[in-house]
């Protein structure tokens, strides 16, 4: 499943130029082929049972807009990945972003606090 949400952005040569939401679930890609120029202004990013995927493209560490990464039952080299785009974030002053990993593809939320 793929899914987006734009708020009236239009899609131009493979660019999402107003895209702030996307959530890849159960996709069945290996290689994920972007770059931060395709997603300017995204804010989150959901991997949800991408099993075969085996990275986030290191270059979403280049957004300034990204406010969080949730990856719920992946591997661990696209866990890695996050976590390295986390650090990058860090280095260039946000340090904001927030990082939610779960091993099981489902997260539940209990009184506002995140478990997985």
Known sequence: ??????????????????????????????????????FPKLERLVLRKCHHLKNIPSSFGEIPTLEMIEVHGCRNCVTECAME????QRDLGNEELKVIISRSAILRRFSGNLQA
């Open 1 to 38: 499943m793929f899914t987006w949400r734009e708020n009236g952005g239009t899609q131009v040569n493979g660019e999402f130029l107003e895209l702030k939401f996307l959530e890849l679930d159960g996709v069945q890609i290996s290689q994920w082929n972007a770059s931060n120029d395709h």
């Open 85 to 88: 785009i986390q650090e990058q």
